[in-house]
């Protein structure tokens, strides 16, 4: 149907009992406009106007009214440095820092704050830039190095690397380079809004050491100077019942009061929206792949919460879910009641890793006092519930059937030749769709055949995407949000015949997956204890990779949450009973191949205790997924090694056969892929060049 006008709506609209103006409600539609498409319940957000979904009239007003509206957007071509650099000068600074962040600091930002990538051109998760007068700088680590050379224009752009051995990418920091570049004497701008308290320090102390001053800025110049912003993102906050939540939010609020008090706070300021989300059980769509609803919290130490949130997202019922002590205020007001709280000689805990400096500030600036420690939610949130771990094992045999049915399309004969990354990928994402409580992808799924599977997050495009069969090995790593949790699974496949090298690669790879999957370890073991442990196969042989080994998961929340991981670097927190964990050992050649194994695990509690009487913990895998047997060199694992892969094997195929029961080619494909391996005779190593991404 198409809109039949202004005035037809408003009536529609008023007679339903709307008491927003026909004005507001498109500013409404241009936010839904601007969050991610709700692809597991496209409609949903009709249920941010009254009657929407109950009036087929309105429902269908409003989508046509929406449809106008997406048609009239246009794109605005402009010099983006030349016009970002008018605006410095406005502010009279000299220089000024584009971190990947926003405002709420998360792995994703909606269009609207996405920086980086409209100065830049890049898309990938982790980057900076600095701006200065006459030239500018881009910075990246090695996961992204690649994908920087291709998006990253070097006329306007130093393309840095962070990591070590990025050749030909110079290896330098953000700070090192303004500390080379930066005039003396200049004046250096940041946004305090998307900065926190430890990333300033490195700044400032370059910018000292150039001979310049860090100023913070009212305004950002590069939101002045992008024409043709987006809108904010506006999308549905939903409740999150406690069959999947598995604890109330008012038991949350009281345990963390208990930690407030504990510590001498009287509130802690929550900047992460992953955080809020927990706290209150709610769930929401402003950013791509993560169910957040963008917004700040104030949470006091007599258990109530101050909430901050574009009202627009609120619908009754998720009012009432909140409750009472859950007091609800525009995001305009957060600054106001932050400035109102320090004035009551409050100490208010803020986290110097996530919230931004700006909190900092106006609690000191206005008689308060702050407490900095990373936030106690972090910990509470980490460590999983018993219905978080049901669903989130559940959510995983259904994720590993549609991965299965995936693997064993692109396997039959001619397939890979047919496929490309990015019709693979849609598969891939269909099957996902025809799960139960399938919510979205976790992630961007990284479809790399051949070379592209080297980009560590690579992410095809038309431009860049190969047919599968580009190479014999494609890397598909991906992931899903299901109402009861987070998938995230990497798995190299043979769609060809592999190389003595490759296989001997992926075995050790696999050795290092393994070596993870078996640790049992005391109570206090920190993760890059257990990275060793990942990476000594690869460098037995001079290889090794430029990534960590494990993230944490979170329960349908993201698919990257703190505080534990497995990296090289040390960790102050120790590995807990009920945190998810990827286990992902890689190895990667440019231009050539890509392998990573990757599988959640979560950490349980033996029940057995060591010599010195501390409590003995160990993994269990929950990803339900074969490892490609074609890709295995059977004599490189040992017989510890080849009898978890089997036993592993065993209970893939009991947990998805069931599943695969209407699909008789998966069922045969699972099968045949789970099959115990035996031992073979010793395999002999070839010499090859280490190579390190």
């Known amino acids: 149907m198409k809109y039949q006008g202004d005035a037809n709506l408003e009536k529609l609209l008023k007679t339903a009992g709307e008491t927003r103006s026909l004005d507001e409600a498109k500013e409404t539609l241009k936010g839904i406009l601007a969050a991610p498409t709700d692809i597991a319940a496209p409609a949903l957000w009709l249920t941010l106007f009254k009657s929407a979904t109950t009036n087929p009239e309105i429902a269908q007003q409003l989508t046509a009214l929406k449809e106008e509206i997406a048609d009239d957007s246009v794109a605005v071509h402009q010099s983006k440095l030349a016009d970002m650099r008018t605006e410095m ?97 200049a004046t250096f701008g940041v946004d ?224 890979a030749a047919k496929f490309s990354e990015i019709s693979a990928s849609d598969l891939l994402q269909s099957y996902r769709a025809e799960g139960d409580k399938f919510r979205g992808l976790s992630f961007d799924t990284i479809s790399g055949a051949g070379g592209n599977g080297a980009i560590i997050h690579y992410r095809s495009t038309p431009e860049t995407s190969q047919p599968l069969n580009a190479g014999p090995v494609y890397l598909v790593d991906s992931g899903a949000q299901y109402l009861d949790g987070t998938t995230d699974v990497t798995r190299a496949i043979a769609v060809g015949t592999p190389t003595t090298e490759m296989k ?79 286990n992902e050992p890689g190895y990667y050649k440019e231009g050539a191949y890509g392998i990573r194994i990757e599988s959640l695990v979560t950490v349980i509690d033996t029940g057995k205790k060591d010599a010195d009487g501390k409590n003995l913990l160990a993994f269990k895998t929950l990803t339900m997924a074969p490892i490609d047997r074609n890709m295995i060199e059977p004599s490189l694992l040992t017989a510890d090694e080849l009898k978890w892969l089997n036993d592993y094997h065993a209970e893939v195929q009991k947990n998805l056969l069931p599943l695969l029961e209407k699909d008789p080619k998966a069922t045969a494909f699972l099968k045949k892929a789970t099959a115990p391996i035996q031992k073979v005779a010793a395999f002999k190593v070839q010499k090859i060049k280490g190579c390190f991404l």
């Open 192 to 415: 305090p809004w998307v900065q926190t308290a430890n990333e300033i320090k490195g700044i400032k102390a370059a910018v000292e050491k150039a001979g310049g001053k860090l100023v913070f800025v009212d305004s950002n110049p590069l939101d002045a100077a992008w024409q043709g912003r987006p809108a904010v993102p506006v999308s549905p906050v939903v409740p999150q019942p406690l069959e999947y939540a598995g604890r109330a939010s008012d038991e949350k609020r009281k345990a963390l009061a208990s930690t407030l008090k504990e510590k001498g706070a009287d509130a802690l300021v929550i900047a992460l929206p992953e955080e809020t989300c927990w706290l209150l059980n709610v769930r929401g769509g402003d950013v791509p792949c993560t169910p957040f609803a963008l917004s700040y919290a104030i949470a006091h130490k007599d258990g109530t919460v101050d909430w901050f949130i574009d009202q627009r997202k609120l619908t009754e019922e998720t009012k009432k879910w909140v409750g009472s002590d859950v007091r609800i205020h525009d995001l305009s007001e957060f600054s106001g009641s932050l400035t109102a709280l320090a004035k009551q000689g409050k100490k208010a805990w803020i986290d110097p890793n996530s919230a931004p400096i700006k909190a900092q500030t106006i609690v000191t600036d206005n008689g308060g006092t702050v407490h900095s420690e990373r936030s106690p939610l972090q910990l509470m949130k980490a460590l999983k519930n018993d219905a978080e771990i049901k669903g989130t094992t559940a959510c995983h045999i259904r994720d590993g059937a549609a991965l299965t049915r995936f693997i064993a399309a692109i396997s039959e004969p001619g397939a």
């Open 504 to 582: 001997e690669n992926f075995t050790r790879v696999l050795k290092g997956h393994i070596q993870v999957a078996i640790s049992v370890f005391p109570a206090g073991t920190t993760g890059d204890k257990l990275d060793v442990k990942a990476r000594a196969s690869l460098k037995e042989v001079g290889l090794d990779y430029a990534h960590g080994t494990g993230h944490g998961v979170g329960s349908y929340l993201s698919v990257h949450e703190g505080p534990c991981g497995i990296t090289p670097l040390s960790n102050s927190v120790p590995l807990e009973p009920g945190m998810i964990i990827s």
């Open 89 to 185: 000068a406005k502010l009279g600074i000299d220089g000024f820092f584009v971190p990947r962040a926003d405002e709420f600091h998360g792995e994703y930002v909606p269009a609207r704050t996405d920086r980086l990538a409209w100065i830049t051109g890049f898309t990938g998760s982790a980057g900076s830039a600095v701006v200065l007068k006459e030239k500018a700088g881009f910075f990246t680590d090695g996961r992204y190095t690649l994908q920087a050379r291709k998006q990253v224009k070097p006329k306007e752009f130093d393309i840095c690397s962070t990591a070590a051995d990025q050749k030909p990418t110079p290896t330098i920091t953000p700070s090192e380079w303004i500390e080379k570049n930066l005039p003396k004497g």
